[in-house]
């Protein structure tokens, strides 16, 4: 595997399930991040991890509940989402505390909530 | 607080052509700017990277440029192809936590 993978690709779950989004970087970057974007909306910064550590919280709310336990994987665990929630997840990561940092993509998880 | 604006939100143009994507922003103190592409339902791919002290960058038939002082960034595509074909993303980098800003992005059509 090369790059930023994520699993899974596709996603849909009713509004009292509990999932969990995965990515998995092979970059060899300490940082990474979860990115939500909607039809119409530009992209959004959900969280941030600088070598495992949660930097930024963009007021998310606490259904959308982000794990980093090392360096290279990132979970997004879902729980009693809503229809609004209903969006392309996507992972990025770059390198850390570099003021060039070229963030790299995953191909995202398309979530649909019901 | 950043905003980044891209207009016009979608463009169409005859295979060959040369195009010009705009991209502005309104906050000159960024670290970097960064083009992305996005083909339908996908991820992004990062086409050109311009540190805040650049001018510009060139990848193949792609030339960014970067005019800070006045907040704007141009993706330059010279003879288009209809592989071209993808909505065009910029995203400026406002801080040391890597914080990036996107705009709604332009989606390109490329017609044979």
């Known amino acids: 595997e090369t790059g930023v993978t994520q699993t899974p690709r596709h996603l849909v779950m009713g509004m009292t399930n509990k999932k969990s989004l995965k990515c998995e970087q092979h970059?060899?970057?300490?940082?990474m991040y979860w990115y939500k974007q909607s039809a119409k909306k530009p992209l959004e910064l959900m969280f941030v991890y600088n070598f495992k550590e949660q930097t930024e919280n963009n007021s998310v709310p606490s259904r959308f509940s982000p794990e980093c336990p090392n360096s290279s994987h990132l979970f997004l665990h879902l729980h009693t989402l809503q229809p609004e929630d209903s969006a392309l997840y996507l992972c990025?990561?770059?390198?850390?505390?570099?003021?060039?940092?070229?963030?790299?993509f995953g191909p995202g998880t398309r979530l649909t909530v019901l | 607080k950043q905003e980044v604006t891209q207009i016009p939100a979608a463009l169409s143009v005859p295979e060959g052509e040369n195009l010009v994507l705009n991209c502005s922003f309104t906050d000159s103190a960024i670290y970097n700017l960064q083009w992305f592409r996005q083909d339908p339902g996908k991820g992004l791919t990062s086409l050109l990277l311009i540190q805040s002290s650049q001018r510009e960058q060139t990848s193949g038939r792609l030339n960014a440029s970067l005019d800070k002082s006045s907040g704007r960034s141009t993706l330059y595509i010279a003879a288009s192809q209809p592989g071209d074909s993808a909505t065009y993303l910029c995203?400026?980098?406002?801080?040391?936590?890597?914080?990036?800003?996107f705009g709604k992005g332009i989606t390109l059509s490329v017609r044979p």
């Open positions: 995203a400026v980098n406002t801080g040391a936590n890597s914080k990036l800003t």
């Open positions: 990025a990561s770059s390198q850390a505390g570099l003021s060039y940092n070229e963030q790299f």
């Open positions: 970059l060899g970057h300490n940082a």
